[in-house]
């Protein structure tokens, strides 16, 4: 089975997220914002990590940060999900170019989620 970490401070957006891929068979973990989501990135080794961009503690451009400076994360695939949609060049420059603004259909991050990790 799969797992997939979802990083987001959004709990209704983190309980729809876990319902709609565990419905489609994946082990879902969740954190609440950067910090935490790195450590369980690291603990968890996740297929994927799901991450908004805008939290309390450390953000999720800050989370990418430190995630690319990890030799045991930065080949873990990132999606970016974010009502900021105009940071998308930002992001074009980490190199982190699998991004859907908010709001978005289940099925397109499916497809998304699909590609990157098949």
Do not use: C, W
């Not at 997220?17 to 990135?41: C, D, H, I, N, Y």
């Amino acid at each position: 089975m799969k797992k997939i970490l979802v990083i987001d401070d959004n709990h209704e957006m983190v309980d729809l997220m876990r319902q709609r891929l565990e419905a489609k068979k994946f082990q879902v973990l969740t954190a609440s914002e950067g910090v935490e989501g790195l450590a369980k990135a690291r603990e968890e080794k996740p297929d994927l990590i799901l991450l908004d961009i805008v939290m309390p503690v450390m953000d999720g451009y800050v989370f990418i940060q430190e995630f690319k400076r990890d030799d045991s994360l930065k080949k873990i695939p990132v999606i970016i999900l974010t009502a900021k949609g105009q940071l998308k060049d930002l992001f074009n420059v980490e190199n982190m170019n699998n991004f859907i603004s908010k709001p978005f259909e289940f099925d397109d991050l499916y497809a998304m989620i699909q590609k990157l990790i098949s």
